[in-house]
């Protein structure tokens, strides 16, 4: 489904923000019926379908409140599946009137990146607090009219990076700061799989397709995680085993990344192959994840023997409880619009070095 046919199916109205500010949803948790803040899912697709939704019945700081569907069949079935009040299930034609549902305190966007900025600043607008898949947008100035949205609406935006939230990740990620093995010197990360699909919005370059999209964001979040810097150059290079399929976007993406310091990341990602690992190699040892980033947890280990093996009862479980609770506290979230917008600088700089047929600056 492209765009265009999407956007006339769902019969998008005009935006018509709604300044309420409701975003203090704590005040009113005694009138709801779960404990928490009510979440409303944007597109019920295989993320929201398989995974959040099924995430939401095990989480104890919010739950599945509403849905907004442009199919009518799904929301019969998720309204009998869930339990969801007919007063809670929206379509893309009547979205901006959940600024008048006081059940509902964040509006989950797990649409195509392509669109995630008009519903973010949308959602926003409604006074809502917003959550929303990775990829945060296709660019850098999108991503930045969604923090500014967010801002001026006085909600609270997160981006769906769940490794985050992640225990092993964050062990990592303090290696940044400790720097136990000494300093870093190189590392490499890679996330692919193999995708035998034909047709759909992935395959689409204006729908926001693409491997470094959907699966390079995770190494490059990776790289400047274990690193704690920002990249100040990459050298990309793209190519593809199936051109008659992979006409419009990357299949599979090379990059090299360099960091201050002299760090330098080596970069794989693809959906012509399978791949999940994530190596540092440092001054007095190494330590590695793999895989790095999996439904079903991470594992890794240390040049000195130590074991990275804890584990969670559901990531996007964690997830959503973690930035459910920094909504209640008035605090940050863990992964912020800056976090996202970040990555998306770097993916950009990743499309010009192909494009340019050489390292650019970023």
Partial sequence: ??????????????????????NLACSRLKTRPKPGLGVALVGLGYYSTDLLAPA???????????IV?????KAERWQKQYNIPEKNIYNYQNFDKIADN???????????PSMHAEYVVRAAGLGKHVWCEKPMAVTVAECERMITACEKNKVQLSIGYRMHHEPNTQTIMGFAKTKPYGNIQKLS????????????????????????????VYCINAARYVTGQ???????????????????????????????GGARAVCETSFGKGMNSLQVDCANGWYKLEPFQS????????????????????EQAQQMDDDALAIMQRKPGIVTGMEGLLDIKVVEAIYRSVKEGRKVMI
Avoid at 1 to 22: E, V
Avoid at 69 to 73: A, L, N, R, V
Avoid at 200 to 215: N, Q, R, S, V
């Fill in 230 to 260: 920002e990249p100040v150059s990459v050298l990309a290079t793209q190519s593809t085993n199936r051109p008659k399929i992979y006409t419009e976007v990357d299949e599979t993406m090379h990059f090299e990344l360099e960091f201050p």
């Fill in 102 to 112: 006081p059940a509902i305190d964040v509006i989950y966007i797990v649409l195509p």
């Fill in 189 to 216: 990360a890679s996330s692919g799989y193999f995708d035998n699909r034909t047709h759909g919005w992935k395959l689409k370059k204006a729908m926001g397709g693409g491997a470094t999209y959907d699966m390079g």
């Fill in 1 to 22: 489904m492209d765009r265009r046919k999407f956007l006339h199916d769902s019969a998008l109205g005009a935006i018509g923000f709604s300044l309420l500010n409701k």
């Fill in 295 to 314: 439904y079903s947890g991470v594992n890794g280990i240390t040049s000195d023997g130590k074991l990275l093996d804890l584990k969670i009862n559901n």
């Fill in 56 to 66: 939401l019945q095990l989480t104890q700081n919010c739950y599945l409140a509403g």
């Fill in 69 to 73: 569907t442009g199919s009518p069949e």
